[in-house]
């Protein structure tokens, strides 16, 4: 892979974020610890929603056939149900992670941050997707 690929670009900027918020929940544990590296949890995961692959079973498949998934998670190949059982459990620290790394982003000139809004106004329209179709006949 080239040096200047996402995936490398995506594992600096995880090493550099603080991730006590996820490594205090295992800390508190009383068993060995977490089957996967939590650090490579996250940059699977940030990976591939940069890449538009959200599924947890696209990403574990993309664990086994995809070359930079497979650098990012050290050739570990967590199955759909750990890698849904980590964004499940970490909803609310990933969400915090998330905005880290927008702000990491925003920082190098990569992303323009701006304001969104949405107010759930319902419009009626003319154009139902049954009319919008073309029947081949």
Request: proline letters at 3%.
């Amino acid at each position: 892979m080239p040096a200047d690929h996402l995936s490398y670009f995506i594992s600096d900027i995880v090493d550099e974020l603080d991730l006590s918020a996820i490594i205090s929940v295992y800390e508190r544990e009383s068993r060995d610890g977490p089957p996967y590296h939590l650090v490579m949890m996250f940059k699977v995961l940030l990976y591939g929603y940069c890449v538009g692959v959200s599924s947890s079973r696209r990403i574990a498949q993309r664990l086994h056939e995809d070359i930079a998934f497979r650098v990012l998670s050290a050739n570990n190949t967590p199955d759909f149900r750990t890698i849904s059982d980590f964004r499940k459990g970490h909803l609310c620290e990933l969400s915090e992670l998330f905005v880290q790394v927008l702000s990491v982003c925003r920082k190098a000139g990569l992303v323009k941050l701006g304001h969104v809004s949405v107010d759930g106004t319902k419009m009626r329209a003319n154009a139902s997707k049954h009319k919008a179709m073309v029947m081949d006949g």
